[in-house]
């Protein structure tokens, strides 16, 4: 790792993943973006320019929240500047029949291996009523720059994403990452569109001490 370093760990699930979605076709879309984006060292931001319009939508059980922690070890010693989180996560409503589900929030935690030493605690609120069979769309871009975290070569870092959600009486719905997902919503299909892709990206300097 060389210095100032921005390390892109992307955030790609494990499982099973369904045959895909027109993002034409999405129900609904927010995008939360919480800061500034001349808060981000753009060219080291992943970007796919494609005329794809299809989301691959992972499949998770029946109404199982998303849960996951991903996992990163520094090969280097350094300083924590400033991270961005750009993340998609789908809910897909496949059964109506009475009620609804509430999706509440996207929370994102970053701590060192074991969940000691907090280095990030964030919640994004979505409060977002679905009671109709539908795919919805959540995106958060977040530059965080009020980090000066010291990390040292080997010791892991975890990144656990979770939602939370209240659901009332019979429906069902599936909740997953998406891993690649448009920029332009709803898109041109006969242009080239920018594609994003889920991740955390890491902004490191050397340690001034």
């Known amino acids: ?27 609904s879309v927010v995008r939360t973006a919480e800061t500034v984006a001349s808060a981000l060292p753009i060219d080291r931001y992943p970007q796919t320019i494609t005329t794809n319009d299809i989301l691959l939508e992972q499949i998770g059980a029946s109404d199982a929240v998303v849960d996951t922690t991903f996992q990163w ?13 750009n993340l998609a996560i789908l809910a897909n409503m496949t059964v109506a029949t009475s009620g609804s589900q509430i999706w509440h929030d996207i929370r994102v935690t970053i701590s060192r291996v074991g969940g000691q030493d907090m280095i990030l605690d964030k919640t994004y ?3 977002l009523t679905i009671s109709a069979i539908g795919h919805h769309l959540e995106i958060v871009a977040d530059s965080i720059t009020d980090k000066s975290i010291k990390i040292r070569a080997g010791n892991q ?24 997902f448009p920029q ?16 955390v990206m890491f902004y490191i300097t050397r340690d001034r001490k």
């Open 125 to 127: 609120p979505i409060d």
């Open 184 to 199: 332009q919503i709803p898109p041109a299909v006969a242009d080239p569109l920018f594609w994003a892709h889920s991740g």
């Open 157 to 180: 870092l975890d990144i656990r994403i979770r939602t939370t959600n209240t659901k009332s009486m019979t429906n069902t719905t599936t909740w997953g990452i998406i891993p690649f």
């Open 73 to 85: 070890v520094p090969e280097n010693s350094g300083q924590l500047d400033k991270m961005f989180i």
């Open 1 to 27: 790792m060389q210095y100032s370093e921005a390390v892109w760990i992307p955030l790609t699930p494990v499982g099973t993943m369904g045959t895909g979605l027109l993002a034409s076709d999405l129900d």
